[in-house]
């Protein structure tokens, strides 16, 4: 990976292993990426440019009169099937998850992100393309430091059996569970944390999108997943796997930690905590990411 993301990976300093990075950050010049959005199927072109410190993570719709913007935040949460969009006024942005936790794993606190249309692309379906394109302009730190939050209580959101929990603990760690009937997917499992050596970039990014073939016609019916193909999503079907190999055994439980970090993103600065998902969806992440915001307490920036 290049030196200018190691230099910055979230909540670490390599310098000092384990150690907080106090500071913000933002990219150090333009990163742009073009393709089709998965539910969508239109062609957009992103831009994402440097921002001032305080000014978060901010969608500006430029193909649209005026070029209205959409702040990255729970307040702008529109809907949630499957994929998170957000909407500020009349203007809307889809499917924004797997940019915003790239935003979050690398450590990026403040960006101007432009898209000409509706939808972020899918890319190949994961967030590796947006780590390598950031990595390829790299990441400047700002004079501003970064909010501390914390959570005194630990709290839970339950659907049925999917559930997002979240105890206060002494670093953050994300784990999720799924479980299919499909026996190529079954039950499985992934835990990670900023702090651990396996970074975002190469632990989590990779993960792709994914699919079960005997839905997918009726998913089109509803006018969903117009832009996804096997370029872009796995597809599992009863027989297995479509379109193997998988980049990581579990795969599909590392891609739904993606979306939770996208999703929780939303929130802001988070505390240190463990957080458990299981077969939860966008809605239940943003329900609870809603839940979260309520709970936590901001304290005075510290250095460790």
């Known amino acids: 990976m290049p030196e200018s993301i190691a230099s910055s990976t979230f909540l670490t300093n390599p310098l000092k292993p ?50 209205p913007e959409i702040p990255a935040q729970l307040s ?63 990441i400047a730190p700002q004079s501003a430091q970064r909010h501390t939050v914390q959570l005194s209580e630990p709290i839970t959101l339950q659907q049925g059996d999917a559930f997002v929990s979240a105890v206060p603990s002494p670093q953050l760690r994300l784990t999720y569970g799924i479980d299919f009937d499909l026996a190529a997917i079954g039950n499985q499992w992934h835990s990670w944390s900023p702090m651990s050596a ?37 597809v599992c079907s009863e027989t297995g796997w479509i379109n193997p190999p998988l980049r990581f055994d579990n795969e599909p439980a590392r891609h739904k930690l993606l979306d939770l970090v996208g999703d929780l993103s939303l929130v802001g600065p988070l505390p240190p905590m463990h957080v458990v998902a299981y077969k939860a969806s966008h809605q239940l992440h943003a329900q609870f990411a809603k839940q979260l915001s309520v709970a936590i307490e901001t304290t005075p920036q510290h250095v460790l």
């Open 198 to 234: 396996e970074s975002f970039a190469d632990a989590i990014a990779p993960a792709r999108t994914f699919g079960l073939a005997h839905q997918i016609e009726a998913l089109r019916q509803q006018g969903l997943i117009k832009g996804g193909s096997l370029d872009n999503a796995l």
């Open 76 to 138: 702008t949460v529109h809907q949630t099937i499957l994929s998170t969009e957000l909407r500020q006024g009349e203007a809307t942005v889809r499917t924004v998850e797997h940019l915003l936790a790239t935003l979050w794993g690398l450590g990026i606190d403040n960006v101007r992100i432009e898209v000409d249309g509706p939808e972020l692309p899918l890319l190949d379906g994961s967030a590796l393309e947006w780590v390598n394109a950031i990595a390829a302009v790299g």
């Open 18 to 67: 384990g150690v907080m990075v106090t500071e913000q950050h933002t990219v150090a010049t333009t990163v742009e990426c073009t393709g089709v959005g998965l539910h969508s199927g239109h062609h957009t072109q992103v831009r994402i440019l440097p921002a001032d410190a305080d000014q978060g993570r901010v969608f500006v719709r430029v193909d649209l009169p005026g070029q």
